[in-house]
């Protein structure tokens, strides 16, 4: 059952938070949610310091001491950094949607189903391409990937077009019309849910940085 539930995590590509320090936080609470990293295994995963934001109920609460929870802050990403959950993908064969060139210049990015980041080898004609990959290597963030066969060109959204501009836009009208020029139904579902998932993290940074 563990193993089911670790699998379901990293093959759909759940992200989650964590905040650690928060003024009820115990020790078998964060033991607890160690416990529940390590499970999971979770392919992203966002870890910060409880921040106390003016006016809430949380602010008036005993405080945890700072060096406390900077330890536990720091467990927890040490936890996180040790794992390499991708490496159950090795070997797979997947279909990719070739999008962008990666930060390194020297590959392109494709992504599956899962909006996994894919590299694969920088040829100008799979720019736009949905290629069938097997995966032959894998990292904390990312698959490598040879490819196999080529399919039809698909259309890149235009946000796409000019690899300088390729960073992801938390403007709402961006990711709608990023959305509606999606061509493949599988990136349609995978851009949408990315896009709910940047407007949410932004959203919770902009509230507790006021």
């Given amino acids: 059952k563990q193993w089911y539930q670790r699998r379901v995590a990293i093959t759909a590509g759940i992200a989650t938070d964590v905040i650690c320090g928060f003024p009820t936080e115990t020790e078998e609470d964060f033991e607890e949610t160690l416990r529940l990293i390590d499970k999971y295994r979770f392919p992203s995963l ?10 809430t109920p949380a602010a008036r609460m005993k405080k945890i001491p700072a060096d406390q929870v900077k330890l536990r802050t720091k467990k927890a990403s040490e936890l ?5 959950p991708y490496t159950a993908k090795l070997r797979e064969v997947q279909q990719i949607l070739v999008t962008e060139v990666a930060t390194d210049k020297k590959h392109y990015v494709g992504h599956n189903k899962f909006y996994d980041q894919v590299l694969i080898p920088m040829k100008e004609e799979y720019l736009g ?6 995966i032959i290597e894998t990292g904390k963030h990312y698959l490598k990937g040879e490819v196999i ?9 235009s946000t796409y077009s000019n690899p300088n501009q390729l960073a ?17 139904i599988w990136n349609f579902l995978a851009v949408l849910l990315v896009g709910v998932l940047f407007q949410i993290l932004y959203i919770t940074y902009r509230n507790n940085n006021r």
């Fill in 168 to 184: 992801f836009s938390l403007n709402p009208q961006t990711m709608v019309q990023r959305i509606k020029k999606s061509t493949n």
């Fill in 46 to 55: 966002f870890i910060n310091q409880f921040f106390p934001r003016p006016g």
């Fill in 129 to 134: 391409q949905s290629l069938t990959v097997r």
């Fill in 80 to 84: 996180f950094q040790s794992q390499f």
């Fill in 149 to 157: 066969t080529e399919g039809e060109k698909q259309a890149i959204p």
